[in-house]
């Protein structure tokens, strides 16, 4: 797409003897698409759809600040939506713009691939007649190899040089058009490797509590959210387990992270056992997935023991509220609670539940809202006891961390009492059952994801920096020499010996030519005289002609 | 160590409006010499030509004046040039000091982060006139821009001294993050010349009002938009690096290569707009004007990827330290 005037001149179609409409238009449609004029549109188009998707929350990024629009903006959040203006990366719109761009790309290489090609293999073009008209010349005594020694000493400089009797013909920079077809093609590997990624590739998102009690096995149902690409069916997830043995975070006096590391049991049939520590930055690599380690928070273990004397240990993860000191929320529900032993009857309206906020640090005195440092300095859950249906029978799809706010607007929910608790310390509430803060566990929020394109895209974006590098900074130029004999009638102090003409063309932008152009003229001209070669190109007062 | 950082700071930018104050004096003066040297010509001549015959010319004070005040005007660009080069040094120990208070490279938040990309800048723009002295009434526009972005850092930015989150604790950081500041300071001494050639090439074709008419003292149009291209051209294959660094990153920290996030979208328009000023460049049907807006467009577009996605949205890259 770039330097247009590097194309070889191709001849103007010959004129079609039976025009057909049809042809005609989508042969001139497509030139249009493949022309830099629309790829510059294009190019601008997506730099301006890319903007939405910065400004409106997306749904493939934080979906809850979607929901959060859909509230704060009820009218505009449906009108947006219907242009997928929260999934901007994924709309029809932006794909269509991008999509054209990359056919306009591919329009545009391929010709100069196929040119680029028959370039390299054909020889210099024959020197012009007349010299004098190109950007540089000059005439200089010639060395006395003639034709071949200038040749010799081109080719000692890496240029294509072709002999043609007493014309050399030589150039250089072919690196350039090969670097600009390398950055586009490798363009297109992105793409493709993206793609490839999408389809193939699955990731999830799980909490994982410490405990061997709590390991994970990575299964479609383990997974609070999954996503996998339309190519992945559940059975092709690899099979292995992990179970969170230890957890260290370090922090400073400010309550600010300094310091993560995960220890983990990885198990499995497509793993050998083994221990493995991972942490932020530098993620547990399996063979056919990856995980990271994007959070951590506590889990209390709350033991509810209920008025037949039987004993239930919640250790359901407290979510982090994203506060420094990690306060965080959650819920401890014993539906289980209250089955008499005897008959096996339950009690629907006897089940208890306790939504609770934990302090790893709480403060000295109420309020006991905020924790003030992340490690458990002065740990303090503040429990609220519910009684009644916590409606987890009906079947009605809910959260685990937070009570069905349905069933408490209903009445079947009820609220007993609040209380603070301790690590250790123990609540009985108004039926004489009682409530056990035994202490907690951590637990980690992984992310395990598998993209089998990455390794595509990594070597083609190595190789569209390399080809980026040859297309910005190669310097297509030809030089031409022809060696005629002097004429002795100019009286010059070299008659009898043989002059040599030379002329100089910058295929492309290229300022330092001039410069380049009088070393080179000084270089062969010296080539078997050492030392005055400089002074010779000076003497002859090698001259930028107008461009 | 951190207070003296500090200081520093403050008087770069003292040194930065020194510099300023220099290359405005000499365009001041610029101005006056062209006034007196557009009439000396023809008292000259008439100097010149009564050198032979007696007759009394009127004696000539001016050309003296015409030397006097382009000495000054000279002087005053070369005060400019080594406040500049002073501010330059200042800034950058400004930079190792923070540095070596933090116990780590300074571009952990948005302060530290302009603090970087504007020493880039200048130093890039030294090296530059270090090269092509001819290009000196430029920094006029560039000690501008300096005095602007640093005094910004310094009053709106500033945030102490702490430690880096374990996010940003990688290599990665350093390759990541150096590359950007580079390509972003030599984007920044970039959008200098562009704006230059705009102005002076309108100059150029004649045009006498507000803008265009700051662009008298400018150098020419053409080795201004050389300039532009070769700074751009320069840090381009940076950026793409920086950027592809960024996604290596990104893919061991949070899973992913790419994830729109807005800084990543941000800098994804900018990667889109500057490829489609070498585009622009390249082809010659498009005239250089369009093609130096674009480059223009881009740095506004690196302008709000440095402040705007800090400040409007928060994402994973919030790092800016602000709340």
């Known amino acids: 797409m770039t330097v247009v005037d590097d194309r070889p001149e191709t001849a103007a179609p010959a004129p079609r003897r039976r025009p057909n409409r049809l042809l005609a238009l989508l042969r001139n449609s497509w030139r249009q698409l493949t022309s830099m004029r629309t790829a510059l549109i294009l190019l601008f188009l997506l730099a301006i759809a890319a903007i939405p998707g910065s400004v409106l929350p997306q749904r493939g990024i934080s979906p809850e600040k979607v929901n959060e629009y859909f509230v704060d903006h009820p009218d505009w959040a449906p009108r947006l939506d219907r242009i997928g203006a929260f999934e901007v990366f994924g709309s029809v719109w932006f794909s269509a713009i991008y999509l054209l761009l990359f056919t306009s790309l591919i329009g545009c290489i391929t010709p100069r691939l196929r040119d680029h090609v028959r370039t390299l293999r054909s020889r210099p073009p024959a020197a012009p007649k007349r010299m004098a008209r190109l950007p540089q010349h000059t005439v200089l005594p010639a060395p006395p190899g003639g034709a071949a020694a200038i040749a010799e000493v081109l080719r000692k400089r890496r240029w294509r040089v072709e002999v043609r009797g007493d014309e050399v013909s030589a150039e250089k920079g072919y690196l350039k058009e090969t670097g600009n077809l390398l950055f586009h093609t490798s363009l297109i590997a992105v793409l493709i490797g993206v793609a490839l990624g999408s389809w193939y590739g699955w990731s999830g998102n799980r909490l994982l509590v410490a405990g061997a009690d709590k390991a994970f096995c990575n299964t479609r149902q383990q997974y609070a959210e999954a996503k996998l690409g339309p190519q992945v069916d559940s059975a092709d997830l690899p099979r292995f387990c992990l179970r969170l043995d230890d957890f260290e975070a370090r922090f400073l006096a400010s309550g600010q992270p300094e310091f993560f590391n995960a220890t983990v049991t990885v198990d499995g049939p497509d793993e050998p056992t083994r221990s493995a520590d991972f942490s932020v930055n530098s993620p547990l690599r399996l063979k056919d997935a990856s995980v990271y380690l994007l959070g951590h928070g506590y889990a209390p273990v709350i033991r509810y023991t209920d008025r037949f004397g039987n004993s239930q240990i919640s250790d359901d993860p407290f979510l982090t509220t994203g506060d420094m000191g990690l306060t965080s929320e959650g819920l401890a529900a014993f539906p289980d609670a209250n089955v008499d032993p005897a008959t096996g009857q339950r009690a629907p309206d006897q089940q208890m539940a306790f939504t609770g906020i934990y302090l790893p640090t709480a403060p000295e005195q109420a309020p006991f809202v905020r924790s003030q440092y992340p490690t458990e300095r002065n740990p303090a859950l503040n429990l609220v006891a519910y009684r009644g249906n916590l409606g987890l029978d009906a079947g009605i799809p809910g959260s685990v961390y937070q009570l069905d706010q349905r069933q408490v607007r209903a009445g079947k929910v009820k609220e007993v009492g609040t209380k603070l608790l301790r690590k250790g310390e123990t609540w009985k509430l108004d039926d004489g059952t009682t409530v056990e803060f035994l202490g907690t566990e951590r637990y980690v929020t992984l992310s395990i994801r598998h993209d089998p394109g990455s390794t595509m895209l990594l070597v083609s974006c190595g190789v569209l920096l390399v080809g980026l590098m040859g297309s910005l900074f190669g310097k297509r130029r030809r030089v031409f020499f022809r060696v005629v004999p002097a004429d002795p009638g100019e009286g010059s102090p070299t008659s009898g010996s043989s002059l040599m003409e030379v002329g100089g063309l910058p295929r492309t932008d290229y300022p330092g030519f001039a410069d380049e152009f009088t070393q080179l003229v000084a270089a062969v001209s010296g080539a078997e005289r050492a030392g005055d070669g400089a002074d010779s190109a000076e003497r002859a007062g090698v001259r930028e002609g107008a461009e | ?323």
């Open chain 2, 1 to 323: 160590m951190s207070a003296l950082s500090d200081n520093f700071v403050t008087f770069a930018i003292l040194a930065y409006l020194v510099a300023m104050i220099g290359h405005a004096v000499e365009y001041a003066l610029g101005n006056v010499r062209t006034q007196v040297a557009t009439a000396a010509p023809v008292r000259e001549l008439v100097g010149a030509g009564g050198g032979v015959v007696p007759t009394p010319p009127a004696p000539v004070p001016s050309p003296p004046t015409v030397d006097r005040s382009a000495g000054r005007a000279r002087l005053a660009g070369l005060i400019g040039v080594g406040a500049t080069a002073v501010a330059a040094v200042l800034h950058l120990a400004a930079l190792v000091t923070r540095g070596l208070a933090a116990d780590r490279m300074p571009w952990g938040n948005m302060y530290e982060f302009v603090l970087t990309v504007t020493f880039i800048g200048v130093a890039a723009w030294l090296v530059v006139l270090w090269k092509r002295p001819s290009l000196r009434k430029l920094g006029l526009f560039l000690t501008l821009v300096m005095v602007l972005l640093v005094a910004t850092a310094e009053l709106v930015l500033y945030v102490p001294i702490v430690p880096l989150v374990p996010a940003l604790n990688s290599y990665w950081f350093i390759i990541h993050v150096s590359t950007i500041v580079f390509a972003s300071g030599i984007f920044l001494f970039g959008v200098v010349p562009a704006v230059g050639f705009l102005m002076r090439s309108g100059y150029e074709q004649g045009k006498r009002s507000f803008p265009y008419t700051l662009a008298k003292r400018l150098p020419g149009a053409a080795g201004l938009e050389r300039l532009t291209f070769a700074l751009h051209a320069f840090a381009f294959p940076i950026f793409t690096f920086a950027v592809i660094a960024g996604a290596i990153w990104a893919e061991a920290a949070w899973g992913r290569p790419w994830g729109w996030d807005p800084k990543e979208t941000w800098a994804f328009i900018s990667w889109v707009v500057y490829a489609g000023y070498l585009h622009a460049r390249a082809t010659p049907s498009v005239k250089r004007n369009v093609a130096t807006w674009i480059a223009v467009l881009g740095f506004l577009t690196v302008l709000m990827n440095l402040f705007g996605v800090n400040i409007f949205f928060t994402g994973l890259h919030s790092y800016g330290g602000l709340d």
